[in-house]
């Protein structure tokens, strides 16, 4: 049987048509994006049912079930034409869908396939297999699945943006120019955040309120950094190591030997700071418009707990060794050969993931054939 369970009409158009005949009053959705019902505003609902090129309105012309049954109040006359569409938002992401599989298929398909009686797991609780899939696409997550998001953001007067909501670590983040082209921001050594700024008398002792907790100040070093000049980053001073007649950035007047890779870029900086759970950026980026790109776990929302097909038996043997790993009895060289069974099918995996394609690496190498001119 086929894997496909949606037509053409429902994945491409994001729409399922119906023919009334004067008596039905029931029309199912049968695609694979379930719809959602108005819960509070019209925002809620990713779908919307025509009558005729008419858009009519939940809870009095229609009503939906939990199966993705639309219930008219009154049936639709013989001929009329009932269409139930999702909206872009809800097509958007059924687009390449099949893809991945969920965990969901994951955990039905590992107790089929490697729990029962005659095979090396004669038991496993549902709930254990379910916390090993959801460590695994967390593990998965950070350096071989395709988990990696992007935010299009613009940076406030304040120079800072806070960390999205299911932030693990940064990716990368650019700034875009009137063209649309991106240019890396890079993160910075010349300053820093500090967690805590305590209050100190005047013996440089730190003082405590009334609950013995230290007073709390603000950080001068960050009012520093943001009200200084960029372009001359406030050490660019004759002892200074970015000292080249004014511009640290502008290296062409020969002004030092060498040059520092970390600080050979006028793009700006940004850091992080860990107290507000902000990015902080450089003054000469307030306005810009970036793209924050950015790892989370996986494990998020609904939506990002989908594992690519290409690492589905990487899922599968790293469910089965640490099921046997963190169990009693079994023997070493069993746990052992799981081990590398699922060490290999992680590699297969991140090779799959990678998307090499010779023709592209073909095309990059053609540009060692240019001559250098002096």
């Known amino acids: 049987m086929g894997l496909l369970t949606e037509t053409n009409e429902q994945y491409y158009a994001g729409q399922q048509a119906f023919i009334g005949d004067n008596v039905n009053i029931n029309f199912t959705w049968t695609g ?8 509070i505003s019209v925002s809620d609902a990713n779908f919307q049912v025509q009558l005729n090129n008419v858009i009519l309105t939940e809870g009095v012309d229609y009503t939906l079930s939990a199966t993705n049954n639309v219930q008219f109040t009154v049936a639709p006359v013989l001929g009329a034409v009932v269409v139930i569409y999702l909206l872009d938002d809800a097509k958007w992401t059924n687009y390449g869908g099949y893809s991945y599989v ?21 038991s496993a ?9 959801k460590r695994g696409l967390q593990e998965f997550s950070y350096d071989t699945l395709k988990s990696i998001k992007s935010q299009e953001l613009t940076i406030p007067p304040s120079l800072s943006l ?14 875009i120019d009137n063209v649309g082209v991106k240019h890396i921001i890079y993160p910075t050594t010349l300053t820093s955040n500090p967690y805590t700024v305590p209050l100190q008398d005047h013996d440089g002792v730190p003082t405590q309120d009334h609950l013995g907790i230290n007073d709390e100040g603000t950080s001068q070093t960050n009012d520093r950094w943001e009200n200084n000049n960029t372009s001359t980053t406030g050490v660019n001073t004759q002892n200074s190591l970015f000292y080249d007649n004014g511009r640290w950035y502008n290296f062409s007047y020969g002004q030092r030997y060498g040059l520092s890779p970390e600080v050979a870029q006028s793009n700006g900086w940004f850091t992080i700071d860990e107290r507000e759970g902000k990015f902080s950026f450089s003054s000469n980026l307030a306005g810009q418009l970036i793209i924050l790109e950015y790892i989370s776990d996986g494990l998020s929302n609904d939506l990002d707990t989908k594992v690519p097909k290409m690492a589905e038996e990487a899922m599968y043997m790293h469910i089965a060794y640490s099921i046997l790993a963190g169990r009693s009895g079994v023997q070493e060289y069993i746990v052992r050969r799981f081990k590398i069974d699922r060490r290999a099918a992680l590699r297969n995996a991140k090779i799959r993931l990678s998307n090499i394609k010779l023709e592209e690496i073909t095309q990059i190498m053609r540009g060692k054939s240019k001559i250098i001119k002096n």
Do not use: W
């Not at 969901?104 to 396939?113: G, M, P, Q, R, S």
């Not at 609780?125 to 379910?130: A, M, Y």
């Open 32 to 39: 694979d994006t379930s719809l959602v019902a108005t819960v």
């Open 102 to 122: 969920t965990i969901e298929e994951i955990v039905n398909n590992f107790l089929v396939a490697y729990v029962g009686d005659g095979k090396l797991i004669p």
């Open 125 to 133: 609780k549902r709930t254990d297999v379910i916390f090993h899939a």
């Open 162 to 175: 806070i960390i999205p909501q299911d932030y693990v670590n940064y990716v990368k983040l650019s700034y």
